[in-house]
Structures are given as C-alpha cells and as structure tokens.
C-alpha cells in the first residue's frame, strides 16, 4: 500500500490518531506525538510511506524521517516496514516485541499488542504471508503465520499461534489457535475509525 496523495496521507493519520483518543484535532496529534510510542512510530511509518515515492522530497525528507522511525523502532521494539499494507486506523496498545513481515496485509482498525508476530511459513520454497481483515484485535504474545485469512470482526487471544484461516466474528485461543466463540471482537478495538 502506497500513499500517493497528502489528502491520503491526512485521512491515513487521522484515522490513527482517532483510534488513541477519540479525536482528530492538531492538539491532540501534537499530544499523542509525544505521549504514545504507538501513534508516534505510526506516524513516522505513514510519513516515510508518503514521502518515499514523492520525485524530490524522498531524497530531502523522507530520509528524515526513516531515521525518526528507525530510532523508534529500535527504541519500542517495533518491526515494521514503511511500505506493509496497513489500513487507516492502525492502533499499538503496548510497547515492545512487535514484528510485522513487510509483505503482510492488515485491514482498518487493526489493533495489535506486545509480542505479536505476523511471518511467513515456507513450504515447498514458497513464502506464506498472512492476510488480516478489518477490525482485528491481536492480544499480546500472539503469533499470526502463513497463507491464513483472518476475518473480520476477529478477537485472537494471548499467546495464541494462528496458522489456520479464521471465519469473521471468530474468537481464537490456544496453540494452534482454536474457535472458542463467535462472539466477535467486542470492545477489545476501541474508537474504530469510520471515516
């Protein structure tokens, strides 16, 4: 997923900021820019997203801003390519341990705590990469790997490993991640983002 427009780049930041607060107004983004490693590390990842494909600023700024999200990452513990396809929305609860392979797919309204892992499999020398729909909430210590589908609306629990598609509305705990309920996600994705 490419961001090519600054009216793209917008919506995409709103709808992150949302998810923290609730709200979108420039004292907020200042705010939250400061106070949650999360959003402050989104942010960063979003710029470079922009401005790494702009034809003069991905040699002015989007260096800058790789460095920014470099140190972040190193500094929270986050692994997360500029260019993953990641939907508005994108909301990280915890600090530390968080590794999204580059080729991932995430919907909007994704949450996704501590220790969670989204990688590949190989089998046959193929890569595997898993694709994760809308309003999704990983719980911390959670591994998500291979050709697997996660529906919609998805709550997966602590710890569980996911190497299985996943129907919507599904609630998944365990190792190997099984369905316990299809009580859905519930209020585990606060402040979705409509639009």
């Keep these: 997923m490419v961001i090519k427009s600054r ?21 907020s983004l200042r705010k939250f820019k400061k106070k949650s490693a ?6 960063y990842m979003r710029m470079c997203n922009y401005y790494r494909n702009r034809r003069i600023l991905k040699y002015i700024i989007f260096p800058f801003y790789k460095i920014k999200k ?11 390519y500029e ?3 990641i939907g508005k929305g994108f909301h990280i ?3 530390s341990g968080i590794v999204i392979h580059k080729d991932a797919v995430l919907g909007e309204n994704v949450s996704i ?31 998500v790997i291979g050709d697997i589908r996660v529906g919609n609306f998805v709550a997966i629990g602590a710890n569980a490993v996911v190497t299985k598609d996943v129907p919507d509305n599904a609630v998944v705990a365990g190792v190997p991640a099984k369905v316990l309920s299809f009580n859905g996600v519930g209020e585990y994705v606060i402040n979705p983002y409509i639009g």
């Design 7 to 27: 009216e793209m780049l917008r919506e995409y930041i709103r709808a992150d900021l949302f998810r923290y607060c609730g709200k979108t107004d420039k004292k």
């Design 38 to 43: 999360g959003f402050r590390f989104t942010y």
């Design 70 to 80: 470099n140190r972040a990452g190193i500094k929270f513990g986050y692994d997360i």
């Design 83 to 85: 260019l993953t396809d």
């Design 93 to 95: 609860a915890h600090m």
């Design 113 to 143: 705590s501590h220790c969670v892992t989204i990688g590949q499999t190989i089998k046959k020398g193929e890569i595997h990469i898993p694709v994760i729909r809308n309003n999704v909430y990983i719980a911390p210590g959670a591994k």
